[in-house]
């Protein structure tokens, strides 16, 4: 029976756009096999309470009791046709965060496998990928400052809130998100990272950034498969022995740390990387470390091209954090349960989008970062918004418009492939500027 004939009278809408590309038996998979499907039938079944988590991401600026009505999420009731806001919160808290963590890893591993296939996502056969993190602001509730932790600076003082700690595997060619993985903000990055090698798939690049540059952690990458690559800048107090007198473009051998060989006996003593030297538009000097050996088949300036490429994931959290997330600086939900939750769903509502996008991108003939997310993300809240309560039969001549409206979106010639140097920001004030009158 399908997951939305849940009442003889009333069939919910299949949300379009974004649910065509979760497949329904996910979700039953998902709730079975964590032991959360909805055993006797309510208002707000389990198979309910997914889409409204991933729904909470999409509408950030709406409380959860106006996302319900507004996507027509629970089932008619004659008895009692009001959902209490308490009945909200216990559908989440029984739901939890496990079916949301086996969907999010069945759909990013079937979604970016589909485009990996596709013409123009690959580098001389290569994946690409690359590693990097963010943090985000819970709410400062005891549980989650206790869970999680908070940022202690130098001076002793203490973060305001509770953070939390996240790191994804992101492709270059979509923007997809592969893996993730989250947690308390004092844990390692480079351990979180070690967490995301395992679902690197084979024939593929890996970018770092150098607050990555470990021997353990590169050589787990590159023994782990078969053509795992990666790519990394140097630190400006790497020591090396140059192996061949090339200028620009030569074979370096580094000694792995004794510390990282007690923590590893494993590891070599010494491991070997080729090293790229080059100038940025902005006249920044840069050594790039790879694995890649053979300067035939892997060119320098193809290679110091995908560690471009790498820049432009950060915008991922950006857009993220600010666009998805409406600039909130603090995630809604309580508990470390749900905040975990709601971060699944979050990134989950992300990759549709971006799949969204991905999929337009394959029509139009252009690379799914050509696009602007932002104009994407507001056309499909409008159109998921209208397909809640539309006629079935519509929904294809709806879904055309929607894929010829998003073709509109691509981003200026100017925007294409720019660089920005990094800057340090302002960080927002919370109280407003005064404006100063000129009196002539």
């Known amino acids: 029976m399908d ?28 709730l079975a096999v964590t032991g959360k499907a909805s055993v006797r039938r309510r208002k707000l079944p389990a198979e309910q309470v997914v889409w409204l988590v991933i729904a909470l991401a999409m509408y950030r600026h709406e409380s959860i009791p106006q996302v319900v009505a507004h996507l027509d999420l629970a089932l008619p009731d004659e008895v009692i046709p009001d959902l209490a806001k308490s009945a909200l919160t216990q559908a989440r808290q029984r739901l939890g965060q496990e079916p949301l963590a086996q969907l999010f890893a ?26 990097d993190g963010s943090t985000l602001r819970t709410s400062d509730t005891p549980d989650n400052r206790q869970h999680f932790g908070a940022q202690n600076y130098a001076s002793g003082a203490v973060a305001n809130y509770p953070q939390l700690r996240l790191l994804t595997l992101t492709s270059l060619s979509t923007h997809l998100v592969r893996e993730t993985v989250f947690g308390e903000y004092g844990k390692n990055e480079m351990r979180y990272a070690q967490a995301l090698l395992r679902s690197v798939p084979d024939h593929s690049l890996t970018v770092f950034d150098k607050g990555f540059f470990s021997a353990e952690l590169l050589l787990q990458l590159q023994q782990g498969g078969t053509e795992r690559h990666w790519l990394i800048p140097a630190k400006r107090n790497s020591q090396w022995e140059r192996l061949d007198p090339q200028p620009s473009d030569y074979r370096v051998r580094m000694k792995v740390s004794p510390q990282a060989r007690e923590a590893n006996p494993a590891l070599p003593m010494y491991w070997e990387a080729r090293a790229i030297e080059t100038v940025s538009r902005h006249g920044q000097r840069r050594i790039l470390l790879t694995s890649m050996l053979d300067t035939r088949h892997w060119p320098a300036k193809e290679i110091a091209e995908q560690y471009q ?3 432009r994931i950060e915008t991922s959290y950006r857009e993220l954090k600010q666009d998805m997330l409406g600039d909130a600086l603090t995630l809604r939900s309580g508990t470390p349960q749900t905040v975990r939750q709601e971060m699944w769903g979050a990134l989950l509502a992300y990759n549709l989008v971006r799949l969204e996008m991905a999929e337009v991108a394959s029509e139009v003939g252009v690379m799914p970062t050509e696009l602007s997310f932002t104009v994407a993300l507001h056309y499909l809240r409008y159109e998921w918004s209208w397909m809640a309560t539309s006629s079935p039969g519509t929904l294809p001549a709806r879904l055309r418009r929607l894929r010829e409206r998003l073709g509109d979106q691509l981003l200026s010639k100017q925007r294409r492939g720019r660089e920005c140097p990094r800057v340090v920001k302002m960080p927002p004030s919370r109280y407003p500027v005064k404006q100063l009158c000129v009196v002539k």
Not at 115 to 125: A, C, D, E, M, Q
């Open 106 to 131: 069945l759909c990013a591993l079937s979604w970016d496998d589909r485009h990996l296939s596709k013409p123009g996502r690959r580098w001389r056969g290569l994946a690409r990928y690359a590693i």
């Open 309 to 311: 490429a790498r820049w």
């Open 3 to 30: 997951i939305w004939m849940l009442g003889k009278a009333h069939k919910h809408p299949d949300f379009g756009a974004l649910s065509q590309h979760i497949d329904p038996q996910w979700i039953t998979h998902a």
